[in-house]
C-alpha cells in the first residue's frame, strides 16, 4: 500500500484531483473536510478557537465562524500562527488515525493544502503538488467570492510555487479537461506504484 500526500497552492485543484484520484479507486481524506468537523459546533477546534481568540469568533451556533476567523488569519501573521498551533495538531492526528485504521488498498491519499508548510511530508511514502496557472487560480478564487487583493492574499500566505515543485515527489499540472486530468492521473498512481519495489 502507497500513503501518498496531495497538496498545492489555494484553487489549483486538490478537490477536484483528489475526486478524479477517487474514481480510479483510491481512498481520499480531505484535511479541509477534517477541518470543517473540528470547526463544527463542539468541535474541538471550535472550542479551542473560543478560548484563545474570543466569543467573537464563534457563531450562535456555537461553530466557529470561519469566515471572520480567516479575515483575521490573512490579515495578521501573528493571528495566523496562533490558529495554525491550535488547529495543526489535530487535522495531523485524525489524518495519521486515519491512515493507520483504513482498509487495505493499493493507494491512500491525504488531500493537505498546507503539507509542507506544517512539515508533515515525512508521514507519507511520497508527497504530490498539483500546479495551476495564477490566472486561472485567481478566476477561481473570484468564482468563490473573493476579491483579487483576498485571493492574492491568500495565495501569498502559502508556499511559492517553485518551493512547492522543489519539494513534492511528483508534480502534477491541472491546466487541461477533464479527460486529459483523468489520464494524468493514471499516470500518477503508475509512477507511485513503482515506489512498491
Request: proline fraction near 5%; charge should be neutral.
Amino acid at each position: 500500500m502507497i500513503c501518498f500526500a496531495l497538496t498545492g497552492g489555494i484553487a489549483c485543484g486538490k478537490s477536484f484531483f483528489g475526486g478524479v484520484l477517487s474514481g480510479l479507486g483510491v481512498r481520499v481524506a480531505d484535511a479541509d473536510d477534517v477541518v470543517r468537523s473540528l470547526h463544527a459546533p463542539g468541535g474541538k477546534a471550535a472550542q479551542a478557537v473560543l478560548r484563545e481568540f474570543g466569543p467573537d469568533y464563534l457563531g450562535p451556533d456555537g461553530a466557529t465562524d470561519r469566515g471572520r476567523l480567516g479575515k483575521l488569519a490573512f490579515s495578521d501573521v501573528s493571528a495566523r500562527r496562533r490558529l495554525e498551533a491550535l488547529v495543526h495538531p489535530l487535522v495531523r492526528q485524525h489524518l495519521l488515525d486515519w491512515k493507520a485504521s483504513a482498509p487495505r488498498a493499493d493507494f491512500l491519499c491525504a488531500q493537505i493544502p498546507l503539507l509542507f508548510e506544517s512539515g508533515w511530508e515525512g508521514d507519507w511514502d511520497a508527497t504530490v503538488t498539483i500546479e495551476s496557472p495564477l490566472p486561472l487560480r485567481l478566476e477561481r478564487l473570484a468564482a468563490r467570492g473573493l476579491s483579487r487583493e483576498d485571493a492574492l492574499a491568500r495565495i501569498a500566505a502559502q508556499l511559492p510555487e517553485e518551493t512547492r515543485r522543489a519539494k513534492a515527489d511528483f508534480t502534477v499540472e491541472n491546466d487541461a479537461d477533464a479527460a486529459t486530468m483523468r489520464r494524468r492521473a493514471v499516470h500518477l498512481l503508475q509512477q507511485l506504484g513503482t515506489l512498491r519495489t
